[in-house]
C-alpha cells in the first residue's frame, strides 16, 4: 500500500511508539488522526504532523466508533488503522480482576472494537490496512505479568484470524511483535519481569520506521528485533526446552530488579 494521500489512525498516538507512528505516517504524506486518552499529549502530537486530535479511549466501543466516524465524515474514508493503544499490569493469577479486566478491554477488545468499526467501510472499497501493536509477548510470553502475555496473546490470535478472513477481500492485516521499546511504559517497569529488556531496548523511531515497510510492502508480522523470529522458532521446535531457559531468564531478570 502506498501511504501518500492515506487517511491513518494510530490510537495511543499520543506518547511512545504511537506518537513515532504518527510523526512516520505523516512524513511519508498521510493525513494523521491521533487518538488517545491523553487530550494535552494528543493535541501536541497533532499540532506537530498538522494532524486531528480525537480523545479516544480505546476500552470503550463507543468511543472507538466515534473515533472512526469523525475520522470518515471529516476526510471520506479510513485507510490505515493502527490499534496501538496498550497497558501493562504486574502479576499472576493473584493479579486484581480490574486489572485482568483493563488489560483484556485494551490489549484485547480494543482491536476487536476497531474492527467492527473500520471493516464495512474497507470490505465495501475492497481495500484497507489494519496495524494492530500486539508484542512479542504475544509470541512469546511476558516475565512477571500474566494479563499482560494472555491478552497479547488473544490480540495476535485475532490478527491472525482477520489477515486469514478478510485477506482475499482486500484487507491487510500487520502484527507489530516488538521486544524492549524505549517507551514509559519500559522505563517504569509497569509490570515487572522485564529488566532483561533494557539492554537491547529500540527507539520508538526506529519501530516505526518497520511498521511504514511492513505497510508498503504489506507484511504481516513485523519484527523490529530480528531475534524474536529465532526465538519463536525455538519455542515451536522445542518447547520444553524453551520453557526451561525462560525459566532462567526469570531468575536472571529476578536478580537484575535485585541489583
Given at each position: 500500500?502506498?501511504?501518500?494521500?492515506?487517511?491513518?489512525?494510530?490510537?495511543?498516538?499520543?506518547?511512545?511508539?504511537?506518537?513515532?507512528?504518527?510523526?512516520?505516517?505523516?512524513?511519508?504524506?498521510?493525513?494523521?488522526?491521533?487518538?488517545?486518552?491523553?487530550?494535552?499529549?494528543?493535541?501536541?502530537?497533532?499540532?506537530?504532523?498538522?494532524?486531528?486530535?480525537?480523545?479516544?479511549?480505546?476500552?470503550?466501543?463507543?468511543?472507538?466508533?466515534?473515533?472512526?466516524?469523525?475520522?470518515?465524515?471529516?476526510?471520506?474514508?479510513?485507510?490505515?488503522?493502527?490499534?496501538?493503544?496498550?497497558?501493562?499490569?504486574?502479576?499472576?493469577?493473584?493479579?486484581?480482576?480490574?486489572?485482568?479486566?483493563?488489560?483484556?478491554?485494551?490489549?484485547?477488545?480494543?482491536?476487536?472494537?476497531?474492527?467492527?468499526?473500520?471493516?464495512?467501510?474497507?470490505?465495501?472499497?475492497?481495500?484497507?490496512?489494519?496495524?494492530?501493536?500486539?508484542?512479542?509477548?504475544?509470541?512469546?510470553?511476558?516475565?512477571?505479568?500474566?494479563?499482560?502475555?494472555?491478552?497479547?496473546?488473544?490480540?495476535?490470535?485475532?490478527?491472525?484470524?482477520?489477515?486469514?478472513?478478510?485477506?482475499?477481500q482486500g484487507i491487510r492485516v500487520?502484527?507489530?511483535?516488538?521486544?524492549?521499546?524505549?517507551?514509559?511504559?519500559?522505563?517504569?517497569?509497569?509490570?515487572?519481569?522485564?529488566?532483561?529488556?533494557?539492554?537491547?531496548?529500540?527507539?520508538?523511531?526506529?519501530?516505526?520506521?518497520?511498521?511504514?515497510?511492513?505497510?508498503?510492502?504489506?507484511?504481516?508480522?513485523?519484527?523490529?528485533?530480528?531475534?524474536?523470529?529465532?526465538?519463536?522458532?525455538?519455542?515451536?521446535?522445542?518447547?520444553?526446552?524453551?520453557?526451561?531457559?525462560?525459566?532462567?531468564?526469570?531468575?536472571?531478570?529476578?536478580?537484575?530488579?535485585?541489583?
Amino acid at each position: 500500500m502506498q501511504i501518500q494521500n492515506r487517511v491513518v489512525v494510530v490510537t495511543g498516538g499520543a506518547n511512545g511508539i504511537g506518537q513515532a507512528l504518527c510523526r512516520a505516517f505523516a512524513a511519508e504524506g498521510a493525513k494523521v488522526v491521533v487518538a488517545d486518552i491523553d487530550e494535552q499529549n494528543a493535541k501536541r502530537v497533532a499540532a506537530e504532523v498538522k494532524g486531528t486530535p480525537v480523545v479516544t479511549n480505546v476500552a470503550r466501543e463507543s468511543e472507538v466508533k466515534r473515533l472512526v466516524d469523525e475520522t470518515t465524515q471529516k476526510f471520506g474514508q479510513v485507510d490505515i488503522f493502527c490499534s496501538n493503544a496498550g497497558v501493562g499490569v504486574q502479576g499472576g493469577p493473584e493479579a486484581s480482576d480490574n486489572h485482568w479486566q483493563r488489560s483484556w478491554d485494551v490489549n484485547m477488545m480494543a482491536h476487536v472494537y476497531a474492527a467492527r468499526a473500520v471493516l464495512p467501510q474497507m470490505l465495501a472499497r475492497k481495500e484497507g490496512y489494519l496495524v494492530q501493536t500486539v508484542s512479542a509477548a504475544g509470541l512469546l510470553t511476558q516475565i512477571g505479568s500474566a494479563p499482560y502475555s494472555v491478552t497479547k496473546h488473544a490480540a495476535m490470535s485475532f490478527a491472525e484470524w482477520l489477515a486469514i478472513t478478510y485477506g482475499d477481500q482486500g484487507i491487510r492485516v500487520s502484527a507489530l511483535c516488538p521486544q524492549g521499546v524505549k517507551t514509559e511504559m519500559l522505563r517504569k517497569a509497569e509490570f515487572g519481569g522485564g529488566a532483561f529488556l533494557l539492554e537491547g531496548a529500540l527507539e520508538p523511531e526506529q519501530v516505526a520506521a518497520e511498521v511504514i515497510k511492513a505497510v508498503t510492502e504489506e507484511h504481516f508480522l513485523i519484527l523490529p528485533h530480528p531475534e524474536v523470529a529465532k526465538y519463536f522458532q525455538n519455542k515451536a521446535n522445542d518447547y520444553e526446552r524453551w520453557l526451561r531457559g525462560m525459566r532462567k531468564l526469570q531468575a536472571k531478570s529476578a536478580m537484575l530488579v535485585g541489583e
